[in-house]
């Protein structure tokens, strides 16, 4: 369950936000001054933070500025003030939208499910990037850089190189390299393996650094670092 901070002093208003989201199968915690929203929100993670502008005890701008310090939780800034300048002011100040009140429910909810789908988006992105050291493979692309240049691979080779990267510091011998790379029942013989992490190094390697790939005598290989 998604779990939202609204920080809001109008009690009303935050009632009315708090039982739409509880019905949208949000969890939420309601806090109604500054001070206590700032605990809340550098205390405890949450998925999104909506935040009123005008607070008691300290301002909602200034909430926002210490939360961003602290903590990357995306915030929806909430106010009645609407002018340019207010609202420059609120994403300078490091909120991720601005919605000026009153404002429609439905209009928060789509907002909100908005910055859902960047957090998504985001993690699906880290998620096809394997980075060691200066290497970086982009598993969606078939790509392979170092250092941003980039460095052509066979598939084969671009197979067993993201074979050491998502095994690395883990010794991985040579029967489960070939399962890996070239399927269980291929026809191969184990060496090729030898013969095809001397290509790899060949192409992601320093002259003067030691090889990304180890050898382990009479196991394997290992990408450690």
């Known amino acids: 369950m998604k779990r939202i901070l609204l920080i809001e002093d109008e009690r009303n ?5 708090e039982l739409e989201l509880a019905h949208e199968q949000f969890a939420v915690q309601t806090a109604t001054d500054g001070y206590s929203g700032l605990e809340f929100a550098l205390r405890e993670d949450w998925d999104v933070i909506l ?3 005008m607070l008691p005890g300290m301002d ?11 903590k990357a939780t995306p915030i929806i800034m909430l106010t009645a003030r609407d002018s340019v300048t207010d609202r420059v002011s609120g994403l300078d100040s490091g909120a991720d939208d601005y ?5 429609a429910i439905e209009e928060l909810l789509a907002r909100i499910r908005v910055i859902f789908r960047r957090q998504e988006q985001l993690v ?13 493979v982009n598993l969606d692309a078939r790509e392979v850089r170092k250092q941003d240049q980039l460095i052509g691979l066979t598939k084969r080779e671009f197979d067993l190189l993201v074979a050491f990267l998502q095994n690395a510091n883990r010794v991985l011998a040579r029967e489960t390299l070939l399962d890996k790379v070239w399927g269980f029942e291929a026809a ?4 090729v393996v030898d013969v095809y992490v001397r290509y790899l190094r060949n192409k992601i390697d320093s002259p003067d ?10 196991i394997g290989y290992v990408m450690k670092g």
Do not use: W
């Not at 919605?99 to 404002?103: C, I, L, T």
């Not at 650094?209 to 005598?217: A, D, G």
């Open 13 to 17: 208003m935050a009632r009315f936000i």
């Open 51 to 53: 935040l009123d502008l």
């Open 60 to 70: 909602g701008l200034e909430v926002c500025r210490r939360i961003r310090a602290m």
């Open 99 to 103: 919605m000026p009140k009153p404002f």
């Open 124 to 136: 699906e992105e880290q998620r096809s990037i394997l980075q060691f050291h200066d290497l970086s």
């Open 188 to 191: 191969v013989d184990k060496n």
């Open 209 to 218: 650094k030691p090889s990304y790939i180890q050898t382990q005598r009479g």
